[in-house]
């Protein structure tokens, strides 16, 4: 019998909708579920900007006031902070089932949504990225690490623009 995987997203009191756009955009790109959201500044800014794929249209975008609220037993909480004692993201094992909460574009994770995570990981930057980047770095590593024997010509003819028609010579 095999488990399937979950992906949950969390954004704690997210500010900018360009970004909240490129999550959903990242969340279809690497198979997330669902995008959760909190706080009250998303709400007051803009609709989709960034989502260019329209992902809203196949994920659910949430909003409420937990983001770990209503999860399968399962699921594990994965925070994703620049935090004293947090795992680096390379030397991390992702659950199968998990539900991966970042923090504000301009702030942190409260200490008491920390306190109640499974694991707090950071990718290792100089400096900080933006949330978009740092969410599509997590869920490129999730599936950097979880994938088994794939047709690689087959992923790149489905999932490449329709214009583009690159060769890699001597590849073929």
Not at 42 to 59: G, L, V
Not at 86 to 98: G, I, M, R
Not at 137 to 158: C, F, P, T
Request: hydrophobic share 40%.
């Amino acid at each position: 019998m095999t488990t399937e995987s979950t992906a949950i997203i969390g954004l704690h009191n997210p500010k900018n909708p360009t970004n909240v756009g490129a999550v959903l955009r990242a969340a279809g790109c690497y198979n997330a579920s669902q995008v959760r959201y909190n706080g009250t500044r998303y709400n007051r800014a803009a609709k989709f900007q960034t989502d260019t794929k329209d992902a809203h249209e196949r994920i659910g975008l949430v909003e409420m006031e937990d983001l770990t609220s209503a999860l399968a037993e399962d699921v594990e909480i994965v925070c994703v902070e620049l935090a004293l004692g947090a795992v680096p993201l390379p030397h991390f094992t992702h659950p199968e089932k998990a539900i991966y909460v970042f923090g504000p574009e301009d702030g942190s994770l409260p200490q008491e949504v920390v306190d109640t995570a499974h694991h707090v990981v950071y990718v290792p930057t100089t400096g900080c990225m933006n949330l978009a980047a740092t969410v599509n770095v997590v869920l490129y590593d999730r599936m950097a690490k979880s994938m088994g024997n794939i047709d690689h010509h087959q992923q790149v003819l489905e999932n490449r623009d329709n214009k583009n028609r690159l060769i890699v010579k001597d590849s073929v």
